[in-house]
């Protein structure tokens, strides 16, 4: 088989111990014109900018983790994937919280370990608690107090459990959030659904070092959906 990015020919079997990436990583100084400015938009934005970052995006040689090396392979796909993800982080009517639990439930649906890694961290400088956070990671529903995280979780799980909204949850989420942050919800449970398609397809894991999430038995999970 022949290695579409390299155009050597390649190994077709699956490596033996811890998966490795599909995607080797990009050296920063590797990178043509158009990566470099997916690059810049990726480490010069808004999830870079302010205090401290929850979470590194990079290694020590600058090379990207997570979803992100994956973006500098098409640009011209990966610069406006970016922006509607700076859009979904920044810039809609959600609170930092409501935005999390979303993401966060997306995440423990579809068992990314990459996105639960940085989402929790995300979460947890938002305000999210152990008993909360222990909770969405297992698909249990948080104790919730405000009406309207309430209303985004359970927006959420439906999303991720039947990829549609039966009328009463619309019509909830509709009088509570408002149709603009409906809109922007479905779209936000969208675009980490493929990013975590992607992070499957590529074999990307948490960064060296980093302890992936425990997720639940499954027999534990199907356990929970039969209870709900």
Do not use: C
């Not at 990966?78 to 009517?93: E, K």
């Not at 608690?129 to 979780?153: H, S």
């Not at 990829?163 to 980490?192: H, M, P, Q, S």
């Amino acid at each position: 088989m022949i290695d579409p990015v390299s155009g050597e020919p390649a190994d077709d079997r699956p490596p033996r111990g811890p998966s490795t990436t599909r995607l080797p990583l990009l050296l920063p100084g590797s990178l043509s014109d158009e990566q470099r400015t997916v690059y810049e938009a990726l480490t010069g934005g808004p999830r870079a900018t302010g205090r401290t970052p929850p979470f590194g995006m990079a290694d020590d040689s600058g090379r990207l983790h997570g979803p992100f090396n994956a973006m500098l392979y098409s640009p011209s796909v990966g610069l406006p994937l970016q922006d509607l993800g700076v859009a979904l982080r920044f810039r809609t009517a959600f609170t930092k919280r409501e935005r999390e639990i979303a993401t966060l439930v997306v995440a423990a649906h579809v068992r990314s370990d990459y996105e639960w890694y940085a989402h929790e961290r995300i979460g947890r400088r938002a305000g999210l608690g152990d008993d909360e956070m222990d909770a969405l990671r297992e698909g249990r529903a948080p104790m919730l107090a405000d009406v309207r995280e309430r209303v985004v979780y359970e927006a959420t799980r439906q999303l991720v459990a039947e990829n549609d909204l039966g009328d009463a949850v619309f019509t909830e989420a509709a009088a509570t959030l408002g149709r603009t942050a409906v809109v922007e919800l479905v779209t936000l449970v969208g675009y980490y659904k493929a990013l975590a398609l992607q992070l499957r397809v590529f074999r990307v894991g948490v960064p060296d070092g980093e302890t992936p999430p425990g997720w639940p038995a499954a027999e534990d999970a199907a356990a929970e959906d039969g209870d709900e």
